[in-house]
């Protein structure tokens, strides 16, 4: 139920600080997840579409309209900008080409670039690494999230980037064994909206807002255009209309962004009122087992990314040299703030904090990571 039809914001009781502190089994057993997930509007909804569709605006809107927590799609800037605000980009003038950092614009830029695979790997775990935490977000607080895209669509950009020529069949092979390991331990949208935008109008939009990474690049071409649509009409949306509620608008003009909230109010939402094995099936859990999920979204972050590692692959865009690396290593470690983890700087965590080490997240994690107890209960379904 939206703002407007309610008449006064969402009241939600205060979560549990998942952001900075391990979840225990007794705190897990005492603060029922179960309660949480029937909040209102305790519901996980992605937004997808072209680029330049405008999904960044349209999920400002739904956010503010249903009270809830949006989290614009992930970027390289997560790996690259250490918690002291320093750049490791500004590093590159140092190294070898093979080390050099490449992001989302050298892609734009530069496509054909060997770096263009494990770009698009890195680019499914931060996107794992965000679902992850709009699940937890979800089950420790009761509040619900608004993904722009997800890691389920992400395939899309990996098999335009294949069709273009733009990585390698042994990439795209891994890419698929990666998102193969790590999908099946999520829980799937509740509602994917698609913002549909034919190639000509987004080429023209791509012009209309002027980035010039956008509009002089050789990546953005109208094949590769077509492909990302068609992987996600044909392939994504075709597959997710089993497991989610799926609205599709046409968005050539802007389209009514009141509609979209009608047609969300509208919907029922209870996985219990679905047929079994049908729509929002993934949410049908058990107490227990959405305890022990709330546990692992909430603790487990980096393990179960760490099931999109695969065992040593003979892939020529990913080997490196080893002097390279080191000297890459070393030049990132004297990075201010690089070599501490989240929770354990001396500058920024009070000595309690590291002392206890009760923020489990950080961001030397996450680039080491990414870069390549039952208690008893009355056991009941969740609603």
């Not at 005492?30 to 579409?49: F, H, P, S, W, Y």
């Not at 998102?179 to 190639?199: F, G, K, M, Q």
């Not at 049908?284 to 305890?291: A, D, F, G, N, P």
């Amino acid at each position: 139920m939206g703002r407007r039809t309610r008449g006064e914001p969402l009241q939600l009781k205060p979560g549990f600080p998942y952001q900075t502190r391990r979840l225990t089994e007794l705190e897990a057993l005492m603060d029922i997840t179960v309660n949480r997930l029937k909040e209102e509007n305790a519901k996980l909804i992605v937004i997808e579409g072209p680029i330049a569709s405008g999904k960044s605006a349209i999920m400002k809107i739904l956010a503010e309209e249903f009270d809830m927590h949006y989290m614009e799609q992930p970027t390289l800037d997560e790996l690259y900008i250490t918690r002291s605000g320093f750049d490791l980009r500004t590093f590159d003038d140092q190294l070898p080409e093979s080390v050099r950092t490449y992001d989302h614009k050298n892609f734009l830029s530069s496509p054909r670039d060997r770096k263009a695979g494990d770009f698009q790997l890195t680019m499914l775990q931060l996107r794992m690494a965000q679902y992850i935490d709009a699940l937890a977000h979800i089950m420790n607080t009761g509040q619900g999230v608004i993904l722009e895209r997800s890691a389920y669509s992400d395939f899309a950009f990996a098999e335009a980037m294949f069709s273009e020529g733009h990585i390698s069949k042994p990439v795209r092979d891994v890419y698929i064994l990666m998102r193969e390991h790590v999908t099946p331990l999520l829980l799937r949208p509740h509602v994917i909206i698609y913002l549909d935008v034919p190639v000509d109008i987004v080429q023209q939009r791509i012009k209309q807002r002027n980035l010039s990474y956008e509009v002089n690049s050789p990546a953005l071409t109208a094949s590769y255009l077509q492909k990302l649509e068609d992987v996600w009409k044909n392939n994504y949306l075709k597959k997710a209309v089993e497991s989610s509620e799926v609205l599709v608008y046409d968005w050539s003009d802007g389209g009514d962004t009141e509609l979209i909230i009608e047609d969300l109010e509208k919907l029922d939402l209870n996985p219990l009122n679905k047929p079994p094995h049908g729509k929002l099936f993934d949410w049908k859990i058990w107490r227990r087992e959405l305890r022990h999920k709330r546990l692992s979204y909430t603790n487990d972050k980096f393990k179960l990314i760490n099931y999109t590692k695969l065992p040593p692959v003979d892939v020529d865009e990913f080997k490196l040299p080893v002097d390279d690396m080191k000297l890459r290593d070393k030049l990132y470690n004297s990075a201010p703030g690089y070599e501490y983890l989240y929770g354990s700087h001396p500058k920024y965590d009070s000595i309690w904090k590291i002392l206890l080490g009760v923020n489990p997240y950080s961001r030397r994690n996450i680039s080491a990571e990414i870069h390549i107890s039952h208690l008893e209960e009355e056991d009941e379904m969740c609603i």
